[in-house]
Nanobody, 127 residues
Framework: QVQLVESGGGLVQAGGSLRLSCAAS????????MAWFRQAPGKEREFVAA????????YYADSVKGRFTISRDNAKNTVYLQMNSLKSEDTAVYCC????????????????????WGQGTQVTVSS
């Protein structure tokens, strides 16, 4: 089992940047593929980005491709989401999630394969 705690959210102007962090504790971090999801008020939760256990493969939603970068540091048990060129439509609660069954070089966009979730961090982008 793994516990996840997000940080780094806040209020930023459109065009600005934020870096989210998700610290994991418990079972060995490198056992998990990791992902970020977000949920805006009144909307369904949506996939943002995912990274394989190896860190060598990353996946992005079309809406964030080229603006967001997911990375991980297995030595620090942390996954990051660097968000640049933020837009008002990026406003949401961002949650990290861990998948214990993924292969070493893959990660899923499907929220249902992620067993462990953090509480989330609010990101608000003002226009």
């Amino acid at each position: 089992q793994v516990q996840l705690v997000e940080s780094g959210g806040g209020l930023v102007q459109a065009g600005g940047s934020l870096r989210l962090s998700c610290a994991a504790s418990g079972r060995t971090f490198s056992y998990y593929a990791m992902a970020w999801f977000r949920q805006a008020p009144g909307k369904e939760r949506e996939f943002v980005a995912a990274i394989s256990r190896s860190g060598s493969n990353t996946y992005y939603a079309d809406s964030v491709k080229g603006r967001f970068t997911i990375s991980r540091d297995n030595a620090k048990n942390t996954v990051y989401l660097q968000m640049n060129s933020l837009k008002s439509e990026d406003t949401a609660v961002y949650c990290c999630a861990a998948d214990p069954r993924s292969g070493y070089y893959t990660a899923s966009r499907n929220e249902h394969v992620y067993d462990y979730w953090g509480q989330g961090t609010q990101v608000t982008v003002s226009s």
